[in-house]
């Protein structure tokens, strides 16, 4: 199998691990409220099985920062994009009551979203008219995040946000792997 189809299939596959992770830990977590907590809660040193929730956010991350390597490699990503995943990686191994994990978790969100936002402009520079779409995309949504940090308790829900519109990016990359 050539290295364009694994790129393509793991770009694929994170999406998956990670909303289907989600969904995993969310069950095994029944007091976690989306308007109450931070994801991360779940991964508190003071939560039991926080090994479940910090292991699904060092595979997302490692398996992210394959995907960067590769896809900045090919000049679909840049650098901005594997420092983004190896922060999240560093959010997994931190939890939250030890000081990196909030600069990891907010890192994370600010390289991504800078990768995605220039990447929408690198489209825009070759004439391709969906580079709009990440450009203002990532400006409204981290925007959006940003407001609902206040409207809410908890920060899951921008945190959930701002996860989807990142795995659309990634799906969007692997749809545009050449061969």
């Known amino acids: 199998m050539t290295m364009a189809k694994w790129l393509k299939i793991l770009g694929f596959l994170l999406p998956i691990f990670t909303f289907g992770g989600?969904?995993?830990?969310?069950?095994?977590?029944?007091?976690?409220?989306?308007?109450?907590n931070a994801l991360s809660d779940m991964g508190s040193i003071h939560n039991p099985i926080?090994?479940?929730?910090?292991?699904?956010?060092?595979?997302?991350?490692?398996l992210g920062l394959l995907f960067g390597?590769?896809?900045?490699?090919?000049?679909?990503?840049?650098?901005?994009?594997?420092i983004g995943m190896l922060c999240l990686t560093f959010v997994g191994v931190f939890p939250?009551?030890?000081?990196?994990?909030?600069?990891f978790a907010v890192a994370f969100y600010l390289f991504i979203f800078a990768d995605i936002f220039y990447g929408g402009l690198k489209m825009i520079k070759r004439g391709t008219k969906s580079g709009f779409l990440w450009v203002l995309g990532s400006v409204t949504v981290f925007s959006v995040m940003l407001y609902l940090t206040k409207v809410f308790k908890g920060l899951a829900i921008p945190e959930l946000l701002g996860a989807v519109f990142i795995n659309a990016w990634i799906i969007f990359l692997a749809l545009n792997i050449e061969k």
Request: net charge negative.
């Open 96 to 103: 939250e009551e030890y000081s990196p994990h909030s600069l």
């Open 50 to 62: 926080s090994y479940v929730f910090n292991f699904l956010i060092i595979l997302v991350g490692s």
């Open 69 to 82: 390597i590769e896809s900045a490699r090919r000049k679909l990503t840049t650098p901005l994009f594997l």
């Open 22 to 36: 989600l969904v995993v830990v969310i069950y095994l977590n029944p007091w976690f409220s989306f308007t109450e």
